[in-house]
T-cell receptor, first 118, second 113 residues
Framework: DAGVIQSPRHEVTEMGQEVTLRCKPI?????LFWYRQTMMRGLELLIY????????DSGMPEDRFSAKMPNASFSTLKIQPSEPRDSAVYFC????????????????FGPGTRLTVL | SQELEQSPQSLIVQEGKNLTINCTSS?????LYWYKQKYGEGLIFLMM???GGEEKSHEKITAKLDEKKQQSSLHITASQPSHAGIYLC?????????????WGAGTKLIIKP
């Protein structure tokens, strides 16, 4: 298995532009997590999906952030409009979880997308 | 997060020496993860602990969860350069019928040859 795939690996954009990050989870996994990592705030859970349904989006910082999972093999995290403070590494992780649990099993992380907003 | 404290923030250890990283919660944990991250890469799963008093080992890394399920320690024996990286603990809490996952700030481990 190729593992969790994220694209792009690096993104540099200007303030105000729309940014779309993509994730392909491991085949057979039913849960997907989006994280943001910065030096100041560490690793933060933004949102997670179970069976393509958003379960908890309380970590999404603002309405500028949105995430979708149209099918079991693809998810996007969109920032519109982007701001310099959104600069961070964004990770996607997938897992196979029993119903109603979070983090009960091992999460497999993608390599991350390093986003720089100028 | 004040609910989860990870220490130390950074650690420089002579190759071959032992070391311990701690993760302490102000509340009882449902479970706790240990992950390792190399710079510029994603996180790699090490271990998950769920039962009070549980201890797991993988090669030279041992993790324990105390009986009260509020503190976990990660111990590396005879450290090697390959152990260098950032170690993160992730704590799972239960809130009503939901679960909450919070990550520690990480411990940066440097191994001196």
């Amino acid at each position: 298995d190729a593992g969790v795939i994220q694209s792009p690996r690096h993104e540099v954009t200007e303030m105000g532009q729309e940014v779309t990050l993509r994730c392909k989870p491991i085949s057979g996994h039913n849960s997907l997590f989006w994280y943001r990592q910065t030096m100041m705030r560490g690793l933060e859970l933004l949102i997670y999906f179970n069976n393509n349904v958003p379960i908890d989006d309380s970590g999404m910082p603002e309405d500028r952030f949105s995430a979708k999972m149209p099918n079991a093999s693809f998810s996007t995290l969109k920032i519109q409009p982007s701001e310099p403070r959104d600069s961070a590494v964004y990770f996607c992780a997938s897992s196979f979880l029993g119903s109603g649990s979070i983090g009960y099993n091992e999460q497999f992380f993608g390599p991350g997308t390093r986003l720089t907003v100028l | 997060s004040q609910e989860l404290e990870q220490s130390p923030q950074s650690l420089i250890v002579q190759e071959g020496k032992n070391l311990t990283i701690n993760c302490t919660s102000s509340k009882t944990l449902y479970g706790l993860y240990w992950y390792k991250q190399k710079y510029g890469e994603g996180l790699i799963f090490l271990m998950m602990l769920q039962k009070g008093g549980e201890e797991k080992s993988h090669e030279k890394i041992t993790a324990k969860l105390d009986e009260k399920k509020q503190q976990s320690s990660l111990h590396i024996t005879a450290s090697q350069p390959s152990h260098a990286g950032i170690y993160l603990c992730g704590a799972v809490f239960t809130m009503d019928s939901n679960y909450q996952l919070i990550w520690g700030a990480g411990t940066k481990l440097i191994i001196k040859p």
